[in-house]
């Protein structure tokens, strides 16, 4: 069973499945930039910033953010009555990953195939009264969550100023490291 919380930002975590991808196309180019070594965290709000800054202020406010995904929430109702089904929200989602592998040049690869099996997942976890429908309330919800995560410092906006989310609790560092283990 795929480990996921059910408190797990959807917005944000996507953010990061996507901002992996310039690391991992990075691995195999030859030259370029070294990657940040900073944390994931860090990617994905510098790619909700760039995602969702509308006026290119560099700050992403909860309008903006609201705009952009009632855009994209309405751009996959492919059938138009105001709700997202499983094909449709992967499709949507699948739209995006495609644009971004084009950008990069980059033919669909094992981790592509991960990323689709995980927007399914997440249609799961973003209906949150299981219907097998993401309506605009729950979008909504979830948008409202995602962003209130986002904005560290609690300021309104999304920006470089919110400090970072603390590292998973399943990172290697914070391996317990009793001996009581078994
Ligand atoms: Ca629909
Ligand atoms: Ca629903
Ligand atoms: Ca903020």
Do not use: C
């Amino acid at each position: 069973m795929t480990r996921i919380s059910t408190l797990a930002p959807p917005v944000l975590a996507l953010a990061a499945l996507l901002a992996a991808l310039p690391a991992a196309a990075q691995q195999a180019a030859p030259e370029g930039e070294a990657p940040a070594p900073g944390r994931a965290g860090g990617h994905g709000r510098d790619y909700f910033i760039a995602s969702y800054d509308r006026d290119g202020d560099g700050r992403v406010t909860l309008a903006e953010y609201g705009a952009v995904r009632d855009e994209r929430f309405a751009g996959a109702d492919a059938d138009g009555d105001g709700h997202l089904d499983e094909a449709e929200y992967v499709a949507e989602f699948e739209g995006r990953l495609k644009l971004q592998y084009a950008e990069q040049g980059r033919e669909p690869d094992e981790f592509w195939d991960r990323a689709i099996k995980q927007a399914h997942v997440r249609h799961a976890v973003v209906d949150r009264d299981r219907d097998g429908l993401l309506s605009a309330e729950e979008q909504a919800m979830v948008a409202e969550d995602s962003f209130a995560r986002g904005d560290t410092n609690g300021d309104g906006v999304v920006s470089t100023d919110d400090p970072l989310p603390p590292p998973p609790a399943d990172a290697p560092e914070a391996a317990p490291e009793t001996g009581a283990s078994n």
